[in-house]
Nanobody, 113 residues
Framework: QVQLVESGGGLVQAGGSLRLSCAAS????????MGWHRQAPGKQRELVAV?????ITNYADSLKGRFTISRDKNTVYLQMNTLKPEDTAVYYC?????????WGPGTPVTVSS
């Protein structure tokens, strides 16, 4: 069983920054991927960024240059800069291992114009 706890969401003005954090605990294997997805109101959940335990990253094309993912062991971070109203969503942290995935409850991010 894996537990994921996100933090750092909130309300920010357009152009501002936020840093999300997610700590994984429980049965966490040493080789895994961690990352962030988001779901905006009325839209499907979409990939934001993922990072492997070896530090290889992958981003949604539309977010490259504004968002940066990093990790320290089993904690993953998402630095979000130059936020836009369209970044408003619930951000979910995920941990991926050999085809399985675990998700946190999500943290809401609201970007006001």
């Amino acid at each position: 069983q894996v537990q994921l706890v996100e933090s750092g969401g909130g309300l920010v003005q357009a152009g501002g920054s936020l840093r999300l954090s997610c700590a994984a605990s429980g049965s966490v294997f040493s080789i895994n991927g961690m990352g962030w997805h988001r779901q905006a109101p009325g839209k499907q959940r979409e990939l934001v960024a993922v990072i492997t335990s070896g530090g290889i990253t992958n981003y949604a094309d539309s977010l490259k240059g504004r968002f940066t993912i990093s990790r320290d062991k089993n904690t993953v971070y998402l630095q979000m800069n130059t936020l836009k109203p369209e970044d408003t969503a619930v951000y979910y942290c995920g941990l991926f291992h050999r085809g399985t995935s675990s998700w946190g409850p999500g943290t809401p991010v609201t970007v006001s114009s």
